[in-house]
């Protein structure tokens, strides 16, 4: 799965961003080469995952720009 | 004009982009007889030779961007992943990029420093270096340590594998290992990785690193290894290097060829990854996340 332009500040100098998911029968989301983007919607998506919310709430800390749907 | 006793001398102390510098030179010219990592293999690989890991002379890169999927302490990171490896694993991740030392493409040192640069301006925390094996290509890997800020978090991600050749080369350079240790007993590291002799060297490298580095050990916890990998490497860390960071990591990801190897077809039981955890904490060790 592309993560496309992610808008974090730190990833300007990706030239393209890739990260990759693969989810499990059972519903479990392993996640590889996770972008400040892709870490914040997995935290979204399961917000009682203390791993994944650290690393969301380090990229929303760094970041200067919110992301919102549709920019 | 003032003389000096020869003892008393003043030392320009090199900073640590200049050191990088003068060590890429040297790191290059090793590859005319080959021995960056363990395997030793000897040959030229500036006349075009190659040994184990089938790399050339020049560095390709498959990924560079900023990703928080490390640890704590070093994210986010500017992650630059080099292509080719010297190990053999069959469940390597990356296993397209890192068994093949030609996928990517072709690295410019200075370019990817300027992208490394502007991402710690834009709030990364480090930039990391990885591969694959960086190991392999040190001396593109120290050419872009040399255009890197010294004021920079640079993380080294290894194997583990390296040479005490290229130990020397990357001694002082490099603020954070993140070293990984794989097998608990060289049985398993000839079957699953092709290597040799697996343990006397990574456990050196590691004792290395815990003195000349900030040092994070890193076992991927796999199924059917609790007992035979993780058991041995866990009692090992707590007596030889009690109170050095261990990442254990426990969400493993059946890939590349790990099909060929039944155990590997499927990822850890949560049975054993509670069984994992809770020999960490009984040996003490210092998990982080």
Known sequence: ?71 | MRSFPVNTLPVRRLGRAELAAERAIEARRALSRCCLCAHRCGVNRNAGETGLCHAGPAARVFSAQTEVTDELQIVPTFAIALSGCDLRCAFCITGRESWNSRAGRFLDSEEMARRATAALRDGARSVMILGGEPTVFLPDALEIAARLPDFAMLVWKTNGHGSPEALRLLDGIFDVWVADYKFGNDACAERLARVPDYGRTVRGNLQWAAEHTDLIVRHLLMPGHLECCWKPAAEWLARHLPGVKVSLQSAFWPAWKSASHPELRRSCSAVDTKRAFELARNLSLNLVS
């Open chain 1, 1 to 71: 799965m592309k993560a496309g332009e992610d808008p974090h500040p730190s990833s300007r100098s990706n030239q393209s961003c890739s990260c990759e998911l693969l989810i499990l029968p059972g519903g479990k989301i392993l996640a590889q080469n996770v972008t400040p983007a892709m870490a914040r919607l997995l935290s979204d998506v399961d917000p009682a995952n203390d791993a994944m919310r650290l690393r969301a709430d380090i990229t929303r800390t760094e970041s200067k720009h919110e992301f919102t749907p549709g920019n």
